[in-house]
């Protein structure tokens, strides 16, 4: 249907050939949580190992400067990914590692000018300042900054949503405004699928001069995503939605917003010079990547964004379009489905999210998972998105390059035989 | 594993008709317990009849498997003096952490061994013990039972 040769992709993702309960072939229908890893990104981790393995940024012997060589070759692989240069992107555990070292950052600084370390004042916040996010964020980027506002008093605002689960934009300049210190909002909904116009947010904080993040975790893996064009000072992404392995995480970042950040995570490799009493900080990215560095899913991570630019960003979301508006038609025509989220192809990704009446999404995603389908079912980490729709949970789908129609076929036939097994009306 | 291994006719049954359901005006100890990792919930009650017995009073939102435990926990212990229900709750527990290989006492857990099948799947798990643990918690804050030593669960 598209440029994506579906069957000659799950060729190269080994696990996508095993079977699930007694023998079904499995349908792989959870990519918002974590995408499946291509043999070369695996391939990629093991040679790594067996040739170069050391402790990257330290060391003076050849295995060292390999090491340092392979994490700063994947740091400019992904930097080049997302149209950024090199010194833009920090390595982290994960998203919400990113997310947090964005959020400790007015924390951090807020307690140290109560001290008097002189800090970037764009980060010290006090009562009658806000924080504001959106309704449709994932935990990652509600939590932190719910903190962060515990810490310092300010105040947690929010971007309400539309019943077809947009942004309700029309009251942004009420909610975005002289007190606002920072606006992190979801580029694309984990749940409801939903894309927003963030470049068009991002103006907005700008123009009142607080500081702009972007949640791309959904984003990046499945469109093409030039992060400057986003217009945010900060954006966070997960490395094992794209292809990549567990345990590597990204934030980009502007040089001027990097340069001006305190720390996060403290401690070896990230500073410049140690007293006994007081320490200064390398500059970034190395200022916020503390401890001996994750250089393995870094080259993992490499040789995931070659895959994915073998494909090509444009092809792989043409592919996902057209099998959101296959899935949206086919879901949501079976008597019964609500689907939570917007009901059109427009401005939003693969990630679907529905409900079947009288059915629990648990037992909706045991019936799937009876079939070979693995679905997400729950609050998907955005539980007052799931209460803003009324719904306890959902059940999620999220395609990615190896699903095809076929999938999206047996998915329905699977919601058919929930209802039939459950004995609801259809 | 079939599907029907699971959700076995008599938990499909408490779960379309659940018994007992609803909550009481003036209970002794509540409980309001959720799993965080699917938002299910119940919030279970607990109070003492003049002879002793333990009355029961809940509702909650949540799966099949987790809403269907809550009923039959009513039916085996509601009117039992506290004693029994708390070997009657331990012989649960102990058949969810059976991996689905326990043969469970009629006698003791009544409708409750359709459950076997739940223990099979670790996700769900959690689900059939939330009204459990809920019980358990509102014993203690009715002071009917006192704190364990260690976590059960």
């Not at chain 1, 090199?86 to 600084?109: D, G, M, P």
């Not at chain 1, 105040?155 to 309700?168: A, C, I, K, M, Y």
Request: contains cysteine; aromatic residues 6%.
């Amino acid at each position: 249907m598209t440029g994506i040769d579906v069957a000659r992709i799950r060729s190269d993702f080994p696990i996508l050939k095993r079977t699930v309960r007694d023998d079904k072939p499995l349908i792989y229908l959870d990519n918002a949580a974590t995408s499946q890893k291509p043999v070369e990104v695996l391939d990629a981790e093991r040679t790594f190992y067996e040739t170069s393995n050391a402790a990257a940024h330290r060391g003076a012997h050849q295995l060292a400067e390999e090491a340092t060589e392979a994490y700063e070759l994947a740091r400019a692989q992904v930097a080049g990914f997302v149209g950024a240069d090199a010194s833009n992107i920090v390595f982290t555990k994960n998203a919400t590692e990113s997310l947090n070292l964005a959020a400790y950052a007015f924390s951090n600084a807020t307690a140290l000018s109560r001290w008097g370390t002189p800090v970037d004042p764009r980060f010290v916040l006090q009562p009658g300042d806000s924080v504001v996010v959106t309704e449709m964020e994932h935990h990652a980027n509600l939590v932190p900054w719910q903190e962060v506002c515990a810490k310092t008093g300010a105040s947690l605002r929010w971007v309400p949503l539309t019943d077809n689960g947009r942004l309700e934009l029309a009251g942004l300049d009420g909610i975005i405004d002289a007190s606002t210190k920072v606006v992190s909002v979801v580029h694309q909904s984990n749940i409801l699928g939903t894309i927003n116009p963030v470049a068009e947010i991002m103006a907005k904080a700008h123009a009142v001069g607080a500081v702009g993040v972007v949640d791309a975790c959904q984003s990046i893996p499945h469109l093409p995503v030039d992060v400057s064009a986003l217009g945010a000072d900060l954006v966070a992404w997960s490395g094992h939605k794209m292809l990549g392995p567990t345990g590597i995480g990204l934030l980009y970042g502007t040089a001027e917003i990097l340069d001006a950040m305190p720390p996060f995570l403290t401690g070896g490799s990230m500073i410049a010079t140690v007293e006994m009493d007081r320490s200064t900080y390398a500059a970034a990215p190395q200022k916020f990547e503390a401890g001996v560095p994750m250089v393995a899913q870094a080259v993992g991570l490499g040789a995931a964004v070659n895959y994915l630019e073998r494909l090509g960003m444009a092809q792989v979301a043409a592919h996902e379009q057209a099998l959101t508006a296959y899935s949206l038609m086919a879901i949501g025509k079976i008597p019964g489905v609500r689907i939570i989220g917007p009901p059109e192809a427009v401005d939003r990704g693969s990630a679907i999210s529905f409900v079947v009446a009288g059915i629990h999404p648990h037992d909706v995603g045991q019936v799937l998972d009876n079939m070979g389908i693995a679905v997400r079912v729950g609050h998907h980490c955005a539980w007052p998105t799931c209460r803003r729709f009324g719904v306890p949970a959902t059940t999620r789908i999220s395609p990615y390059i190896y699903n095809d129609l076929n999938d999206i076929d047996a998915l329905v036939e699977g919601i058919v035989e929930a209802q039939r097994f459950f004995k609801v009306a259809s | 594993m079939s599907l029907e291994s699971l959700y076995q006719d008599i938990i499909l049954d408490h779960y379309k008709n659940p018994r007992g359901r609803g909550l009481m005006e003036s209970p002794l100890g509540t409980a309001f317990h959720v799993n965080p990792t699917c938002g299910d919930e119940i919030n279970m009650q607990v109070a003492a009849s003049e002879d002793g017995g333990l009355l029961i009073g809940y509702e909650g939102t949540g799966c099949s498997i987790s809403q269907a435990s809550a009923s039959v926990l009513y039916e085996l212990v509601q009117g039992r003096p506290v004693a029994d229900a708390e070997s009657i709750r331990l012989a649960f527990v102990e058949l969810m952490h059976s991996k689905g290989h326990a043969d469970p006492d009629e006698e003791v857990l009544g409708d409750a061994i359709a459950f076997v099948g739940v223990a099979k799947y670790p996700a769900r798990i959690k689900c059939a013990l939330l009204p459990w643990m809920a019980l358990q918690d509102a014993e203690i804050k009715g002071g009917l039972m006192s704190e364990p030593d260690s976590d059960q669960e």
